[in-house]
């Protein structure tokens, strides 16, 4: 951790799903002049073998936010996470677990298969955020996944897997496979926190969208075809052709 003066900046959170209610009242020169001197280039957080998830999870997490295009993502990422001590200081605040083989898993040179993610945690309560996959079946098919974020206030993640079993807010590609007799098969986490208090929740909510789209990206969790994004120096390290399951994320979640 960098032992920077920190700066600080206040929000007001309005209680709704999507991004664009998390309102900046700190002047925007004040964002721009945090820690930028601490900056580390990605290139040279990322170039080696990590010894640790999360070191690999952190640079993954900068190398996604710093490497899209300031149109494919929401202002808010620049201005809260504008260098990577910023990035750091709120991975520490939210102080995130990772499933366990994670490290192993994204460090292969071999892609898993869908009984990875069938073997991770899911047993969160409604105190957990998480980052989570839907694991999709269907007999003779390939299996789909799913990587999505829990952040509701009240339920936490459990809230949001409590909608799919009941068919709501249902996304395109997941209504789509369901369609088609697929089945949710499990609900699994990739990495979790408890629910930040509320002072923090608007930088830990935003960190959680984050980190949504950088394992969307590590483990290609798109669809092959009506995918929108443009950042093309983050992807999986594996050949996507060999991947044993079908992505089903239509968009990056940057930009929702």
């Known amino acids: 951790m960098s032992n920077a003066p920190m700066s600080f900046i206040f929000f007001f959170f309005i209680p709704f799903p999507t991004l664009s209610v998390l309102?900046?009242?700190?002047?925007?020169?004040?964002?721009?002049?945090m820690n930028l001197s601490f900056i580390t280039p990605p290139s040279e957080t990322g170039s080696t073998m990590s010894s640790s998830v999360h070191d690999l999870v952190l640079f993954s997490t900068w190398d996604c936010l710093s490497e899209t295009h300031t149109l494919d993502?929401?202002?808010?990422?620049?201005?809260?996470?504008?260098?990577?001590?910023?990035?750091?200081?709120?991975?520490?605040?939210?102080?995130?677990?990772?499933?366990?083989?994670?490290?192993?898993?994204?460090?292969?040179?071999?892609?898993p298969t869908s009984s990875f993610f069938k073997s991770l945690p899911a047993k969160p309560d409604n105190k957990t955020w998480a980052v989570y996959v839907l694991v999709l079946e269907k007999p003779d098919h390939e299996t789909?996944?799913?990587?999505?974020?829990?952040?509701?206030?009240?339920?936490?993640?459990?809230?949001?897997w409590n909608e799919y079993d009941k068919n709501k807010r249902l996304p395109s590609n997941v209504e789509a496979?369901?369609?088609?007799?697929?089945?949710?098969?499990?609900?699994?986490?990739?990495?979790?926190?408890?629910?930040?208090?509320?002072a923090s929740t608007p930088?830990?909510?935003?960190?959680?969208?984050?980190?949504?789209?950088?394992?969307?990206?590590?483990?290609?969790?798109?669809?092959?075809?009506?995918?929108?994004?443009?950042?093309?120096?983050?992807?999986?390290?594996?050949?996507?052709?060999?991947?044993?399951y079908n992505g089903l994320r239509s968009h990056v979640a940057l930009v929702d």
Request: hydrophobic share 45%; with cysteine; glycine share 4%.
């Open 144 to 160: 789909g996944i799913y990587i999505d974020s829990g952040t509701n206030t009240k339920g936490g993640v459990l809230y949001r």
């Open 73 to 111: 993502k929401v202002q808010y990422f620049d201005m809260v996470f504008p260098d990577l001590p910023s990035l750091e200081d709120a991975f520490s605040t939210a102080a995130i677990s990772f499933a366990p083989d994670l490290l192993d898993v994204l460090q292969s040179d071999t892609a």
């Open 203 to 244: 930088v830990c909510r935003l960190l959680f969208y984050a980190l949504e789209a950088t394992f969307a990206y590590l483990f290609w969790a798109y669809a092959d075809s009506g995918f929108r994004g443009s950042n093309t120096a983050m992807s999986c390290h594996w050949d996507r052709d060999t991947l044993e």
């Open 23 to 33: 309102v900046l009242l700190a002047p925007l020169s004040i964002v721009l002049s």
């Open 177 to 198: 496979a369901l369609n088609e007799h697929y089945t949710i098969a499990h609900k699994d986490m990739l990495c979790w926190a408890l629910r930040p208090t509320p």
